[in-house]
C-alpha cells in the first residue's frame, strides 16, 4: 500500500472508530434496557432542587410495591421544557409529565384528554375539589389531574418585626397596612428593607397585583379581553410598588429570596418552597395568607399536574394511571403520598379527603395555607380558562413594571402600552 | 530556549502586577466558591457574608453524593468527551491542514460553508438538529450525543491557523522525499502544531464536559446523564441549594483541572525537534 | 504499477487529495448543521410552533414583523454594545497577555493555569456564583465596598451598568482560552527569528510588535472571527446571570429569539427570522474579515 499511515495515526484512527463502535452498541443496550418487565414508562417533569428528593423517594416506593409490574422511569430535567419540545416534535416523548396549567399551551394539541382518569381508576372525583379541576379543563375535555397547588403567601420575619416594635404575630391584613408596616420595619444602617418584592418576578407581582385589580384577561360574550388600561387597581399597586422602591423600604433587587434568608428583608411574598432554606437558616417567620384589597376575596392559584403526552400508547396511559391512582391513594395506615408531598413541602391539598386529614391539620403551614376561603374564585392573574397566562405574565406585565421602574413611564401610560400588547394575545384566542 | 533579554525593572513591575490583578480576578471569586462549598448553607446566604468559612462542613458533599451517582456520571462525562474529542482531533486537523496548506477547487466555498455552521445559534437549530439525529436512530445512545459534536468549525478554523504557520520549506523537502499527502501531514505538519493540538484536545473535552442542553436533549435516558447535568439539579426552579451545586461544581471541576495541569507538560515551545534548519 | 496504486497515485497531488482531507469534517457539517440551518431558513419563511407542527408558508410576513419589532432592535443594540466591549480586548488584550505569559517559566505555567480555570466551570456554576458574590444587598463584593466605605452598586439590577457586569463575566469566562491560544500560537514562532530582532537590539516592546504580532497573524485572525461570532450570539452567560433585565438592557439577541422560539407556544418561524437576519450580520461580518484575512495570507 502506497499509503503507508503513520502508525501512531493509525492506531489512534482505529481505536476512535473501536471506541465510536463500542460506544453506540452501549447505547443500544441502555435504549431497551427493562424491557422484561410488563412495561416501563418515562415521567419526565421539572423538579430539581430539594423537593425532587422526595419525588425520587416516592417514585422508588411505587416500583418497588405496585402489583401491576409497571416501573415509573423518571427523568428530573433543569431542562424539561427544551427536552420535551424536542421529542414531541420527532414523535417520542415520556408517557407522563408534570406541568403548570399557565404552562399548557405551550404545549398545546401534545397532551391526551384525562377526563377518563376518575371511571379508569376507581379515583372519586368528588373528592378533587372542583375549582382545581376547572383548571385542567379546556371545555369537557381535562388535561391534567391535579398535582399541587401553588399558591403565594405572604411569609414574616418575626424578629424583624420585634425590633421594629411591631407585634411579631400580627402580619398586616391590608396592603396599605403592608406599606405602613415596611416604612417601619426599613432599618437602612442594618440594611433592612421592610419589603421584598421583586421587580422582574412576574408570577409574584401577578398574585398581588390582582388584589388590587382584578384579573388581567376574562370573558365577555364569549369574547377573551383583556383589562389593563384604565384599571385603577392595577394602576394603584404599581404607583405603590414604584413609590416603595423610591423610599427604599422595598429593594431594587431581581434576587430577594437570598436577602430574607440572611434576614435582610422583613416581608416577602412566596410559595412554601421558600420555608426551606428560610428553616435552614434558622430563621423565625410567620406564613399568612396575601392580604385583600379592592377587588375582593380571592385565592389565587396556579395547578401542576399530571399530563399524559399524545405519544403515549392506550397501556403507557393505562400505568400513568395507575400511578396517579397510587399517588391518591392511602395505604393501611391511612397516609398516601399524596398527604406525604403535602405535609413535606407545605402546598395545599387539591382533594378533600387528605385536607381532612389528622396530620394535615395538626400542620401549622398547612392549616395556613389551606385556610383561604374555598368558595373564593381561585384564578390565577387571568381566567382559568384563558389557555395563555404565560404570555400575559411574560410579554405583558413584567416589561409593564420594569418600564415603570427603570424607565419611570407614567403609570397609565405603562397600562395602555400593555393593553395593546395583551390585546394582541387575547386576540388569537378570539377568532 | 531564552528568547528574552534582561527586562528593565521599570517595565517588569507593572507587566507582573497587571497579570497578577488579572489572575486575581480569576481567582478570588472561585475561591470564595470553593470556600463556601465547606460553609454551611446558612453561612453562605448571611449578612454580613464571609469570605473564609467560620463552620466547616463536609454534609453538602454527601447531599450530592446521595442525590446523584457521581461513579456514573463521571463515566458518563469521560465516554462523552473522550469519544468526541477522539474524533475531533482526526477530523478537525484533516480539515485545517487542508484548508491551510493546500489548493483546490471550491476551497472558499467549502470553508465558508463551514464557518457559516459557527454563525446560527443553537438555540434556532436545537430542535431541527434533534430531529435528525432521531431520524438516524440515535436518540438516546453515545453515539448521538458524540457525533453531531465531533466536527466543530471553531476547531478547523483554529487548525488552520495553526498549520498556516508552517514554514514552506519543510512541506517542499518532504515532497522532494517523495512522501505522499498523506505522509506529510501525519509525519511532517502534525508534530509542528503540537501545542495547538493538545489546546483543541483541551477545549474539546471541556466543551463536552460542560455541555448541558444537548446531552439533555439526546440522552434523556437517566443512566446517559452527564455530571453537568446532574449538578444542575441542585438550582431548582425556585429555590438553589447553594452549598450542593458548589460542591457539586467542584466535583466537576476536579478532573479538568486535572487535565489541564497535565496537559500544560505538552504545550511545549513549539519548533523542538522540528528537523528546520533555521 | 497495480491499478490500486494507480489510482492512489492519481489522487495524490493536493488539488485531489484535499478533499479526502475535508470530505469527513463536510459531511459531518452537513448532517448535524448545514441541514438544520436550512431547515431554520425554511422556517423563517412559515409559521411554525415550537415542536415544528402547524408549519404553513406565509413569504417574507416574519421579515416584515421584525422592522416594527423594537425588543428586537432593542436586543441588536445590546449585543452590539457586548460585542464591542469584549472583541477588542479578546483579540488584542488577550494576544498581549499570551505573548507575556509564553515562556516555559515556572510562573508563567501557574498564571496560565489560573487562567484558564474559569473556563472549565460550567454556565450554571458561574451564573449562581457571580449572582451571590456580586448581590447588591447580601453579595460578598458588596459587603467588601462597605468596609472600605464605598457606596452601593447594584451590579445587577441597574440599567446602566448592568450591561458591563455582563460583559465582564463573558470576559472573565473566556479571556483566559484567547490567552492560551495565543500562547500556542507565540511558542510556535521560529526562534531564529527572536534571535535576529535580539541582534538588531529590538526591545521586548519590539519583538512583540516585529516578530510576534506579525508571525501569529493567523491566529489573529482565528481569535478575532470566532469571537465575533460568539459574541453576537451571546447567550448563555445572560440566561444565567440576568435574564436578560433589567427592563431588557442586557436582552442580546439569541436571547430574544430564545425567549420567542419557546415561551408560550414558541413562535418559532418568527425565531427563524430573527436568526437569519443574525446570521446575515455575522456573515457580512465574517465575509469582509475573511477576504481581508486571505489578502494577508
Not at chain 1, 385556610?371 to 368558595?375: I, M, T
Given at each position: 500500500m502506497i499509503l503507508s499511515i503513520h502508525s501512531t495515526l493509525r492506531k489512534a484512527i482505529t481505536w476512535a472508530l473501536v471506541a465510536a463502535l463500542l460506544l453506540s452498541c452501549c447505547g443500544g443496550a441502555f435504549a431497551s434496557a427493562g424491557a422484561e418487565e410488563p412495561i416501563t414508562i418515562k415521567f419526565w417533569n421539572?423538579?430539581?432542587?430539594?423537593?425532587g428528593d422526595q419525588l425520587v423517594e416516592l417514585v422508588d416506593r411505587f416500583n418497588q410495591s405496585n402489583a401491576y409490574g409497571i416501573t415509573v422511569e423518571m427523568d428530573i430535567s433543569s431542562s424539561f421544557s427544551d427536552q420535551l419540545t424536542s421529542a414531541l416534535a420527532a414523535g417520542t416523548g415520556p408517557a407522563l409529565v408534570l406541568m403548570s396549567n399557565a404552562m399548557r399551551y405551550q404545549f398545546?394539541?401534545?397532551?391526551?384528554?384525562?377526563?377518563?382518569v376518575f371511571a379508569k381508576t376507581g379515583l372519586d372525583q368528588a373528592d378533587f375539589i372542583q375549582s382545581y379541576l376547572d383548571y385542567c379543563k379546556d371545555g369537557e375535555a381535562m388535561y391534567l389531574v391535579p398535582f399541587q397547588i401553588v399558591g403565594f403567601y405572604l411569609f414574616w420575619n418575626k424578629d424583624l418585626f420585634t425590633a421594629a416594635g411591631l407585634d411579631p404575630e400580627k402580619a398586616p391584613a391590608t396592603w396599605a397596612e403592608y406599606e405602613t408596616f415596611a416604612a417601619k420595619l426599613t432599618d437602612a444602617s442594618k440594611n433592612v428593607y421592610g419589603s421584598g418584592l421583586c421587580y422582574n418576578y412576574a408570577y409574584q407581582l401577578a398574585h398581588v397585583i390582582q388584589r388590587f385589580g382584578g384579573l388581567a384577561v376574562t370573558q365577555q360574550d364569549g369574547k377573551w379581553q383583556a383589562n389593563l388600561a384604565g384599571n385603577a387597581g392595577y394602576a394603584k399597586f404599581l404607583t405603590s410598588f414604584k413609590k416603595m422602591l423610591d423610599e427604599g423600604t422595598n429593594p431594587l433587587e431581581a434576587d430577594t429570596d437570598p436577602m430574607m434568608t440572611a434576614g435582610q428583608i422583613a416581608m416577602t411574598v412566596s410559595g412554601p418552597w421558600i420555608t426551606g432554606g428560610l428553616d435552614t437558616a434558622g430563621i423565625n417567620y410567620g406564613i399568612a395568607l396575601l392580604p385583600q384589597d379592592d377587588a375582593g376575596v380571592m385565592n389565587s392559584v396556579e395547578v401542576l399536574g399530571f399530563g399524559v403526552p399524545t405519544v403515549a400508547t392506550d397501556a403507557e396511559k393505562q400505568a400513568a394511571y395507575r400511578f396517579i391512582q397510587w399517588w391518591n391513594t392511602e395505604d393501611a395506615q391511612g397516609s398516601s403520598p399524596a398527604l406525604e408531598w403535602a405535609l413535606k413541602n407545605g402546598f395545599p391539598a387539591y382533594t378533600y379527603s387528605v385536607q381532612a386529614k389528622e396530620s394535615y391539620q395538626s400542620s401549622e403551614k398547612l392549616r395556613i395555607t389551606s385556610?383561604?376561603?374555598?368558595?373564593a374564585p381561585t384564578n390565577f392573574f387571568v381566567d382559568s380558562r384563558f389557555p395563555d397566562t404565560g404570555s400575559m405574565l411574560m410579554d405583558v406585565l413584567a416589561p409593564m413594571v420594569q418600564s415603570i421602574v427603570f424607565d419611570n413611564t407614567d403609570v397609565n401610560a405603562a397600562l395602555e402600552a400593555a393593553q395593546k400588547t395583551a390585546d394582541g394575545i387575547v386576540a388569537g384566542f378570539n377568532q | 530556549m531564552d528568547r528574552q533579554k534582561k527586562q528593565p525593572l521599570w517595565a517588569a513591575i507593572p507587566a507582573q502586577a497587571l497579570l497578577i490583578v488579572l489572575a486575581a480576578l480569576v481567582l478570588l471569586p472561585l475561591l470564595w466558591l470553593v470556600l463556601s462549598a465547606f460553609k454551611p448553607e446558612k453561612e453562605i446566604v448571611s449578612w454580613p457574608p464571609t469570605f473564609w468559612f467560620r463552620t466547616f462542613t463536609l454534609e453538602h458533599f454527601a447531599t450530592v453524593d446521595k442525590r446523584i451517582d457521581i461513579t456514573r456520571y463521571l463515566l458518563n462525562s469521560v465516554i462523552f468527551a473522550c469519544g468526541t474529542t477522539s474524533l475531533a482531533v482526526v477530523v478537525n486537523s484533516l480539515a485545517g491542514y487542508a484548508y491551510a496548506r493546500m489548493q483546490f477547487k471550491g476551497k472558499n466555498f467549502l470553508f465558508l460553508l463551514t464557518l457559516a455552521t459557527m454563525m446560527i445559534p443553537f438555540q434556532v437549530i436545537m430542535v431541527p438538529s434533534f430531529l435528525v439525529v432521531y431520524k438516524m436512530g440515535l436518540y438516546n445512545t453515545y453515539l448521538g450525543l458524540i457525533l453531531p459534536r465531533v466536527a466543530v468549525a471553531a476547531s478547523i478554523f483554529m487548525m488552520r491557523a495553526a498549520f498556516s504557520g508552517i514554514p514552506k520549506e519543510l512541506e517542499d523537502a518532504a515532497r522532494i522525499d517523495g512522501l505522499h499527502e498523506f505522509g506529510i501531514f501525519t509525519r511532517i505538519m502534525l508534530p509542528q502544531v503540537k501545542s495547538t493540538l493538545i489546546c483543541m484536545v483541551v477545549l474539546s473535552i471541556n466543551g463536552s464536559w460542560n455541555d448541558l442542553l444537548w446531552p439533555m436533549l439526546v440522552a434523556t435516558d437517566t443512566k446517559m446523564r452527564t455530571l453537568a447535568n446532574g449538578l444542575a439539579?441542585?438550582?431548582?426552579q425556585h429555590t438553589i441549594q447553594y452549598g450542593a451545586a458548589f460542591a457539586g461544581a467542584l466535583i466537576s471541576i476536579l478532573p479538568m483541572l486535572l487535565l489541564y495541569l497535565f496537559g500544560q507538560r505538552y504545550f511545549v515551545e513549539g519548533m523542538v525537534g522540528s528537523g528546520l534548519k533555521a | 504499477m497495480t491499478p490500486v496504486r494507480r489510482l492512489l497515485t492519481y489522487l495524490n497531488p493536493p488539488s485531489r487529495s484535499a478533499y479526502f482531507f475535508v470530505a469527513p469534517s463536510i459531511l459531518l457539517l452537513l448532517a448535524f448543521n448545514l441541514t438544520p440551518l436550512i431547515a431554520s431558513f425554511g422556517l423563517s419563511l412559515s409559521s411554525a410552533s415550537m415542536t415544528l407542527d402547524r408549519i404553513s408558508f406565509v413569504g417574507l410576513e416574519q421579515f416584515v414583523r421584525i422592522l416594527s419589532d423594537a425588543r428586537f432592535l432593542n436586543s441588536l443594540k445590546v449585543t452590539a454594545i457586548l460585542t464591542l466591549l469584549e472583541v477588542p480586548l479578546q483579540a488584542f488584550g488577550a494576544m498581549v497577555i499570551g505573548a507575556m505569559v509564553a515562556n516555559n517559566s515556572f510562573w508563567n505555567k501557574t498564571l496560565r493555569a489560573v487562567y484558564f480555570l474559569p473556563i472549565i466551570c460550567s454556565a450554571t456554576v458561574i451564573g449562581i456564583m457571580w449572582r451571590m458574590i456580586l448581590?447588591?444587598?447580601?453579595?460578598f463584593v458588596t459587603y467588601a465596598l462597605s468596609l472600605m466605605g464605598l457606596g452601593k452598586i447594584n451590579f445587577l439590577n441597574s440599567a446602566q451598568t448592568t450591561i458591563f457586569v455582563v460583559s465582564f463575566l463573558s470576559l472573565w469566562r473566556s479571556f483566559g482560552v484567547s490567552a492560551i491560544i495565543y500562547v500556542t500560537a507565540v511558542q510556535q514562532v521560529n526562534p531564529s527569528l527572536y534571535e535576529a530582532a535580539q541582534l538588531d537590539g529590538a526591545g521586548r516592546i519590539r519583538q512583540f510588535l516585529n516578530v510576534t504580532a506579525p508571525s501569529i497573524r493567523p491566529t489573529f485572525w482565528f481569535i478575532l472571527m470566532t469571537r465575533f461570532a460568539g459574541s453576537l450570539q451571546i447567550f448563555d452567560i445572560i440566561y444565567v446571570t440576568t435574564g436578560g433585565g433589567p427592563n431588557f438592557t442586557t436582552e442580546s439577541t439569541v436571547a430574544y429569539v430564545y425567549a420567542r422560539a419557546f415561551a408560550s407556544g414558541g413562535d418559532m418561524g418568527y425565531a427563524s427570522a430573527m436568526s437569519m437576519v443574525l446570521f446575515a450580520f455575522i456573515m457580512l461580518v465574517t465575509v469582509l474579515l475573511y477576504r481581508r484575512m486571505i489578502r494577508e495570507d
Open positions: 421539572s423538579f430539581t432542587g430539594a423537593d398545546d394539541g401534545y397532551l391526551q384528554d384525562v377526563s377518563d385556610s383561604a376561603d374555598p368558595k | 439539579l441542585f438550582v431548582g | 448581590h447588591s444587598n447580601v453579595g
